[in-house]
T-cell receptor, first 113, second 111 residues
Framework: DAKTTQPPSMDCAEGRAANLPCNHS???????VYWYRQIHSQGPQYIIH???NNETNEMASLIITEDRKSSTLILPHATLRDTAVYYC??????????????FGTGTRLTIIP | DGGITQSPKYLFRKEGQNVTLSCEQN?????MYWYRQDPGQGLRLIYY???????QKGDIAEGYSVSREKKESFPLTVTSAQKNPTAFYLC??????????FGSGTRLTVV
């Protein structure tokens, strides 16, 4: 799996868009980018994933650069409940669940009132 | 509602004792995983299982054991051979590319 690099921490004002960057310069053509978040003392929560097209769901948007070497997770209107550690992971997903996810230390996002 | 249930939420163990952490899922997921998290750290993979009666070691399997006799269940035993077992333990399951579903975790403390 490709190594990912994220800033250790970020702040964002409540109501503003939170943009969380992730570098994955060695990503291979069949590796997807997954994002999870972990609120204190809970299990991580799946947010979104993508291969090369931008993706959007009810939680967030994922923007992947054309060369796929980096991506940005966007929380469009951050609330205090979005304060969490956000993990970016590059992995090849296989049907039989063989995608062993490796979680780094992620980005600690703090939403400021 | 489908999900993953971990029990107990908090567990205290005396040194030298084995303890078993429970993980049950009703999502019909094939794969299940156990992770360990230490304060301020990311998650580290202990064991994983892709199918019933089969499991593989992760990055830090020493001092742990698992079984997968049923699709729904993947218990983790922390043995006395694990030198530093105090940690937050997370169980997860997945079905292909649909992403992981995590349980709420078990916090194990050695007293």
């Amino acid at each position: 799996d490709a190594k990912t690099t994220q800033p250790p921490s970020m702040d964002c004002a409540e109501g503003r868009a939170a943009n969380l960057p992730c570098n994955h310069s060695t990503i291979s053509g069949n590796e997807y980018v997954y994002w999870y978040r972990q609120i204190h003392s809970q299990g991580p929560q799946y947010i979104i994933h993508g291969l090369k097209n931008n993706e959007t769901n009810e939680m967030a948007s994922l923007i992947i650069t054309e060369d796929r070497k980096s991506s940005t997770l966007i929380l469009p209107h951050a609330t205090l409940r979005d304060t969490a550690v956000y993990y970016c992971i590059a992995v090849v997903p296989l049907y039989f669940g063989n995608e062993k996810l490796t979680f780094g230390t992620g980005t600690r996002l703090t939403i400021i009132p | 509602d489908g999900g993953i249930t971990q029990s107990p939420k908090y567990l205290f163990r005396k040194e030298g004792q084995n303890v078993t952490l429970s993980c049950e899922q009703n999502l019909n997921h094939d794969a299940m995983y156990w992770y360990r998290q230490d304060p301020g750290q990311g998650l580290r993979l202990i064991y994983y299982s892709q199918i019933v009666n089969d499991f593989q070691k992760g990055d830090i399997a020493e001092g742990y054991s698992v079984s997968r006799e049923k699709k729904e269940s993947f218990p983790l035993t922390v043995t006395s051979a694990q030198k530093n077992p105090t940690a937050f333990y997370l169980c997860a399951s997945s079905l292909g590319a649909s992403g992981y579903t995590f349980g709420s975790g078990t916090r194990l403390t050695v007293v």
